[in-house]
Nanobody, 124 residues
Framework: QVQLVESGGGLVPPGGSLRLSCAAS????????IGWFREAPGKEREGVSC????????NYVDSVEGRFTISIDNAENTVYLQMNSLKPEDTAVYYC?????????????????WGRGTQVTVSS
């Protein structure tokens, strides 16, 4: 199984930016769909963004559309989540996940392989 490791989280003021990385130990193209999820204290895990490895299509939860961008660097076997114009409500642990389910989007039940997460805190 491909191992996923997130990095890039940290403390950022409102309006700032972070770029999260999801590094795969093997070939990222081994999975059909890669997604980013987040989990805030006391809340259910929420799908943030995903990218399809077959056709490059992406989708985003409404609350981050226009602010976040997901991308893949196949040469580095890494998926990125560029986060701009961050808001306090973006504060959460962010997880990278992968699945062989081509139909998967932002439902966390569809994902099989998960990283351990990276903390993002948006605060002044």
């Amino acid at each position: 199984q491909v191992q996923l490791v997130e990095s890039g989280g940290g403390l950022v003021p409102p309006g700032g930016s972070l770029r999260l990385s999801c590094a795969a130990s093997g070939f990222i193209r081994d999975y059909y769909v890669i997604g980013w999820f987040r989990e805030a204290p006391g809340k259910e895990r929420e799908g943030v963004s995903c990218i399809n490895n077959l056709d490059g299509s992406t989708n985003y939860v409404d609350s981050v559309e226009g602010r976040f961008t997901i991308s893949i660097d196949n040469a580095e076997n890494t998926v990125y989540l560029q986060m701009n114009s961050l808001k306090p409500e973006d504060t959460a642990v962010y997880y990278c996940a992968a699945t062989y389910d081509w139909h998967a989007q932002l439902d966390y039940y569809d994902y099989d392989n998960w990283g351990r997460g990276t903390q993002v805190t948006v605060s002044s």
